[in-house]
Nanobody, 127 residues
Framework: QLQLVESGGGWVQPGGSLRLSCAASGFTLDSYSVGWFRQVPGKEREVVSC????????TYVNSVKGRFIISRDNAKNAVYLQMNSLKYEDTAVYYCAADGAVNYCAGYVPTGQEDYWGQGTQVTVSS
């Protein structure tokens, strides 16, 4: 079965850290750019970060710059999101998506036409 599976979410106090993983199953992730997105009830899904095929180009939404780090390990067929200094407003369901377009991360995402989406993992920042 071709799928992305996120893991690593959970509950954390403000200022804490979590590391999310996005693992591909049934296909190799090294031919895809991968984005991390988040969504809260009543709001649109927003991009958090994106990384290209070889990890040579990354993007971050302004609200997470300096706190989150996206990385990938193509040998492990996975992409990660290290989240540090977490804030209440980071609470959301986090999703990863893979897209084969070479310029995916430079465009307006999500496009709604991503090749694969994960099922999401809940991140709750609360005291």
């Amino acid at each position: 079965q071709l799928q992305l599976v996120e893991s690593g979410g959970g509950w954390v106090q403000p200022g804490g850290s979590l590391r999310l993983s996005c693992a591909a199953s049934g296909f190799t992730l090294d031919s895809y750019s991968v984005g991390w997105f988040r969504q809260v009830p009543g709001k649109e899904r927003e991009v958090v970060s994106c990384i290209t095929y070889y990890g040579d180009y990354t993007t971050y939404v302004n609200s997470v710059k300096g706190r989150f780090i996206i990385s990938r390990d193509n040998a492990k067929n996975a992409v990660y999101l290290q989240m540090n200094s977490l804030k209440y407003e980071d609470t959301a369901v986090y999703y990863c998506a893979a897209d084969g377009a070479v310029n995916y991360c430079a465009g307006y995402v999500p496009t709604g036409q991503e090749d694969y989406w994960g099922q999401g993992t809940q991140v709750t920042v609360s005291s």
